[in-house]
């Protein structure tokens, strides 16, 4: 469903215009695919699967955070053959249009990107505070400079070396890897969620203008739910939740209630935390006496 909305809101805010999207994926043709192949098939546009080997992946240590998808995006360049593409993870809402974006002067640079200003451990990389560290949840591939350097492959070798190193999978590999070689894009084109829970910090510390970090709050092109809870579930205040609700049910896989809706978790994100301390301390009592 995540990808549906990223996709449905793409098409929807670039009318008349059309795409080739590629899908990369484990399954080279699964069922589940078909509404969103129809859906894009009638809005104009077409969709591509290519699937990735996972035993190429199989090396990898994986956390309960990532999963063996998120690397996926390291083999783009051997798997579309396009000299430039515009990557989005799937929990992204496009919220305007692209073209700007998409005819952005990258120089030689492989990649362009959003800094993620919450990373400030620069060391653990190697890298400083002049040469930041990116979001990889959007990024401009400009693939022929991307497979000069080899980059997929690199990135893999630093993840397989230094595993220790990567919290944020391949993101902290292909930072580590471009040492500040990637184009600076401003924050609009990937308004991340802990961004508009902290605006004091991103005013402050960014070395963007305050005119930039308001254009992105208040309008912002691309909206990456970074986090958690995620927009399709419960829970959560997101200011932009009910716009990607919005979308959603315009699009084939429309539904009324949150992907996780369950009795209990519906308790659970409505509860307020102090009525959940006073049950988690009861049932720690309970615990005690029953142990005594």
Not at 42 to 71: C, M, P, Q, R, W
Not at 178 to 184: F, T
Request: some cysteine.
């Amino acid at each position: 469903m995540p990808a549906t909305v990223t996709i449905f809101s793409l098409l929807k805010n670039h009318p008349g215009q059309s795409f080739k999207i590629y899908l990369i994926l484990a399954e080279s043709n699964p069922e589940w695919m078909e509404p969103l192949l129809k859906m894009v098939q009638n809005l104009g546009s077409e969709v591509i699967i290519k699937s990735v080997d996972l035993d190429l992946l199989s090396h990898i240590k994986l956390n309960e955070h990532f999963t063996l998808a998120t690397y996926f995006r390291l083999f783009a360049a051997n798997l579309i053959e396009e000299p430039k593409a515009l990557y989005l993870d799937s929990d992204i809402l496009i919220n305007g249009d692209l073209t700007e974006l998409w005819e952005t002067d990258l120089g030689d640079y492989p990649i362009a990107a959003v800094q993620d200003f919450f990373i400030d451990d620069f060391h653990r990389l190697d890298l400083s505070i002049h040469t930041g560290y990116f979001n990889s949840g959007v990024m401009v591939l400009q693939l022929n400079e991307w497979r000069k350097l080899d980059l997929g492959n690199t990135t893999m070798e630093y993840i397989t070396e230094f595993p220790e190193k990567i919290l944020f999978a391949d993101q902290c590999g292909l930072n580590a890897v471009l040492q500040g070689n990637w184009y600076h894009l401003p924050p609009k084109w990937n308004l991340q969620s802990h961004e508009i829970q902290d605006t004091e910090f991103i005013f402050n510390k960014s070395y963007f203008s305050k005119n930039d970090w308001n254009e992105a709050l208040n309008q912002p092109k691309i909206i990456h739910f970074t986090g958690l809870p995620k927009p399709w579930n419960l829970g959560g205040n997101h200011p932009y939740k009910p716009l990607y609700w919005h979308y959603l049910k315009q699009s084939p896989l429309s539904r009324k209630l949150p992907l996780n809706f369950t009795l209990t978790n519906l308790l659970k994100a409505n509860v307020p935390l102090p009525m959940k301390k006073l049950y988690w301390r009861y049932l720690s009592n309970r615990k005690v006496k029953s142990n005594g």
